[in-house]
């Protein structure tokens, strides 16, 4: 007897579809599995085997051989569990409805439970391209799959379930997406619990209102970490688009909840400053995504920036430019989006008080030199947004006047992405930070008397080419902030502030 049936397979961000043919023959009592399977395919057999005595199905003793086609494509991964066992029991008469139009997913329990699988919204967008009508995922990811629309989606709890509805005997519920099944939890951040720092604040408003990667420089408790974190409390809510690129990424790690099949907030990402290379950017004999790519279309917060290692950084300096990052082994190459908003924060030498108004430094100018080169400068070039966070005062802590709330602040930044979305309508770019070096003519008209002003900060500085045009993205930005459509003096002249920072060179305090 001879079976055949869809199922799908997963190397990174990329699903693609698996033919699993069965033919039961006489023979040796044999359970043989082929089609470069690894060690977690093959050893499927015996989930199989036990889940099928589970539900009181005995294998006869014959030759069962399992095809997974295209058999040069390596299989890795328990997501074949189900797709092999349906096929086996169609191939010995077990089954009575045609599997034309079906395509399974899941891992099988030695009990006949279907566990759970990363990687179902990337195979779920496959299946419905490839005109599969009906899809059997397991019902932790039943949620998770229904947010696709355009296919017919069950989530199956176990083998017996599946035998029942597949013959008709009891059907499985047809899973529907829901949003939130939780209710939304209220933000316990705020800026409004930010004292002081007003300076700060205004350039971390017009950093979201932009999408600017950010430095934040200035000794221990000035609230550099405080600002980071209630920095997403400012910025748009995702797309659906956006919603569905970030939930592919956190679906093929496994750290999606069956409570939120889709991840509508966007990500906050603030990895240890001991984290390795492949942490960062992703790796692995199976490349799994980085923290880089799990902060795609959300913020990535790096705390202590120069105590990270330099090489680890310097990895960075592609993928922010490119906004994506590709892994290569031997086993094939993936690519994971990386879309971020970077923001740093460090102090300005090892003991924290360079330039600090009261209390003295106790390093050298050489070693607050080596420490600030612990960031390359290359790195640095790539924060369009420079800034020194001064010590708060005691007057600042102690006024009892609530400072401006999140919403408020939001408020102004949705007004300025409102005129980013309708200046980028056609195009794949959604705020002024993303926009290419080719277009800045088109997208940053500018004054005679700003360009005046960009000439003589380019020159005293010494800028590069990559500053000269993030200098204009912020001042396309702060004109925005400002309700102008061209860039005028003080727009650039901010902007050439907030880019420079005298903490790079020790000699000028």
Do not use: W
């Amino acid at each position: 007897m001879f079976s055949k049936i869809s199922s799908l397979g997963l190397f990174g961000l990329n699903a693609f579809p698996v033919e699993v043919e069965v033919d039961v023959s006489r023979g040796m009592p044999r359970f043989d599995i082929v089609g470069l399977p690894d060690a977690s395919v093959r050893e499927s057999r015996e989930r199989i085997r036990s889940a099928l005595n589970a539900v009181n199905v005995q294998l006869p003793s014959c030759r069962i051989i399992v095809n997974l086609a295209p058999a040069d494509v390596k299989k890795s991964g328990t997501m074949h569990d189900l797709a092999i066992l349906m096929a086996v029991l169609a191939a010995l008469g077990g089954v009575n409805d045609s599997m034309d139009g079906k395509c399974f997913i899941g891992e099988v329990s030695l009990s006949g439970e279907v566990r759970s699988v990363n990687g179902v919204l990337p195979m779920t967008i496959l299946a419905r391209s490839l005109g599969v009508k009906e899809l059997y995922v397991p019902e932790s990811n039943a949620a998770e799959a229904a947010a696709i629309d355009g296919i017919t989606v069950y989530g199956v709890p176990n083998v017996q379930s599946l035998i029942a509805h597949i013959n008709g005997q009891k059907h499985l519920p047809e899973a529907v997406f829901t949003e939130s099944i939780q209710p939304a939890q209220i933000s316990k951040i705020d800026f409004s619990d930010v004292r002081g720092q007003r300076s700060v604040k205004r350039a971390l408003e017009i950093a979201a209102a932009g999408g600017h990667n950010v430095l934040m420089v200035g000794p221990p408790g000035s609230g550099k970490s405080m600002l980071a974190k209630r920095l997403p409390t400012i910025l748009p809510e995702m797309t659906m688009d956006e919603a569905l690129e970030t939930t592919n990424v956190y679906s093929i790690s496994g750290m999606l909840s069956p409570n939120s099949p889709l991840i509508k907030k966007r990500p906050f990402r603030s990895p240890h400053h001991t984290i390795s290379g492949v942490g960062l950017v992703g790796g692995g004999s199976i490349p799994q995504p980085g923290e880089i790519s799990l902060a795609h279309n959300g913020l990535l917060f790096l705390d202590e920036l120069a105590e990270f290692d330099r090489k680890t950084l310097d990895i960075m300096r592609q993928p922010l430019e490119d906004h994506i990052v590709t892994i290569t082994r031997a086993s094939g190459t993936v690519t994971y989006p990386c879309r971020f908003m970077l923001i740093g924060a460090m102090n300005p030498c090892p003991c924290g008080y360079y330039g600090h108004p009261k209390k003295k430094c106790t390093c050298s100018p050489a070693q607050v030199q080596r420490y600030i080169s612990r960031i390359s400068g290359p790195l640095l070039e790539r924060f369009d947004m420079q800034l020194e966070v001064e010590p708060v005062l005691f007057e600042e802590l102690s006024d009892t006047k609530v400072p401006e709330s999140s919403a408020e602040i939001l408020k102004r930044v949705m007004t300025a992405r409102e005129i980013q979305e309708r200046r980028f309508k056609g195009t794949d770019i959604t705020c002024n930070a993303q926009i290419p070096t080719g277009s800045m003519q088109k997208f940053c008209p500018i004054s005679d008397s700003a360009k005046q002003v960009i000439h003589s900060g380019f020159d005293r500085l010494g800028l590069s080419a990559r500053s000269y045009d993030r200098i204009l993205k912020v001042s396309r930005t702060v004109a925005d902030m400002a309700g102008s459509d061209i860039i005028e003096r003080n727009h650039a002249a901010a902007a050439i502030q907030y880019g420079s920072m005298s903490f790079k060179d020790p000699s000028v305090r």
